[in-house]
């Protein structure tokens, strides 16, 4: 098994991977929008992959087993994320079979290691009930929002 950040050449299977998690995340979705996901994401990875968006990727023959995202955000500073920089963590997947080898622990690792390279102020992520153990042995706690989040739908 090959661990390393993905690169252009990778590109069909982070969408494979980026699906494979969505489905297993929230179920089935209709045609119409899995095809408006399927057709957004060659264009994101081809525009942000390595520049605000890394994908670090455990690999044998061409097929993605492990992934984990890092997206670069950057916001005027404040007290909360003084360098202006933060990180958002998405799509921690492992296919099934490959669970429970490392693979999740050591491409996180490597995400907060470039993290730090970055100058972050901090990560966040979505934690599943299934990945909580996983986050806590690398230190992460629960975000305490001074401000309750709240959301507009616009689609």
Do not use: C, W
């Not at 061409?62 to 955000?73: M, P, T």
């Amino acid at each position: 098994m090959n661990l390393r950040t993905a690169d252009k050449s990778d590109i069909d299977e982070l969408v494979r991977q980026r699906l494979d998690y969505l489905h297993l995340e929230y179920g089935e979705m209709s045609e119409d929008l899995l095809n408006k996901i399927r057709s957004q994401l060659p264009k994101f990875y081809e525009k942000h992959l390595n520049e605000d968006f890394f994908a670090y990727i455990a690999e044998e023959n061409g097929h993605i087993y492990s992934s984990v995202f890092l997206l670069v955000q950057e916001k005027p500073a404040n007290q909360l994320f003084a360098t202006g920089k933060t990180g958002l963590i998405l799509n921690v997947f492992t296919d099934e079979r490959y669970r429970h080898h490392g693979f999740a622990t050591t491409l996180l690792n490597q995400v907060i290691a470039k993290s730090k390279e970055l100058d972050l102020s901090y990560l966040e992520l979505t934690a599943t009930d299934e990945g909580r153990p996983l986050y806590r042995k690398l230190n992460f706690v629960p975000k305490v929002p001074r401000h309750p989040e709240m959301i507009l739908e616009l689609q």
